[in-house]
């Protein structure tokens, strides 16, 4: 059965803080990883897609990496409007499973 | 962009109700999901759908079933609500086969009284 494990559970972070959210995962026949954005009350919004191991991807302050057994976001110097539940999920042909998210907060 | 409309963003009903819950996407995607979202569980997979009439179990079927009659609706339906079935419901529509890139309705939040 695939597994997504995600850590930490919450972060806080002041304004310009640096940090990374980590996603660990076991999956047969991987076809890609992928982080999504969830705002309180909102579903979630598609950020990157990764396929293979060294991939990396980025989007403003944030930059997601994949090795083969875990992924990871960084968040570079944060601002408030960065702050939301950052979740992972993998794919398996058809099937897309997800962890159970990091939730940011990012304090002026 | 891709929208993903749900029926409702809140409902409440009692126990014991069937209850029907439905996406509808405007993008002609063949991929469609249902998932119910809990705190410190994540999203949970209840059904998917290929294509249309056909249906796949997810991680979390029993208690619900679906309908796709049409390419673009894709329905929840809750036979005999219980309480422990209250949650954010997210449908989800998929770009393509390699997964990934779903986009999502804005969720129905369920209480079952």
């Known amino acids: 059965e695939d597994q997504v494990t995600q850590s930490p559970e919450a972060l806080r972070l002041q304004e310009g803080e640096s940090s990374s959210l980590n996603c660990s995962y076991t999956v047969s026949g991987l076809r890609g990883l992928f982080w999504y954005r969830q705002d309180p009350g909102k579903g979630p919004e598609f950020l990157f897609t990764?396929?293979?191991a060294g991939e990396e991807k980025e989007k403003e302050r944030l930059k997601a990496t994949l090795t083969k057994k875990e992924s990871f976001l960084h968040i570079t110097a944060p601002k408030p409007e960065d702050s939301a539940t950052y979740l992972c999920?993998?794919?398996?042909?058809?099937?897309?499973?997800f962890g159970a998210g990091t939730t940011v907060t990012v304090r002026a | 962009d891709v929208k993903v409309t749900q029926s409702s963003r809140y409902l409440v009903k009692r126990t014991g109700e069937k209850v029907f819950l439905e996406c509808v996407q405007d993008m002609d995607h063949e991929n469609m999901f249902w998932y119910r979202q809990d705190p410190g569980l994540g999203l949970r997979l209840i059904y998917f759908?290929?294509?249309?009439?056909?249906?796949e179990k997810g991680d979390i079927p029993e208690g619900y079933s679906v309908s796709r009659e049409k390419k673009e609706r894709f329905s929840l339906i809750l036979e005999s609500a219980s309480t422990n079935q209250t949650s954010m419901y997210l449908c989800a529509s998929l770009v393509d086969r390699a997964g990934g890139k779903a986009f999502f309705g804005q969720g129905t939040r369920l209480t079952v009284v």
């Open positions: 999920a993998v794919s398996n042909d058809y099937k897309l499973s």
């Open positions: 759908s290929y294509d249309v009439k056909m249906k």
């Open positions: 990764l396929y293979s």
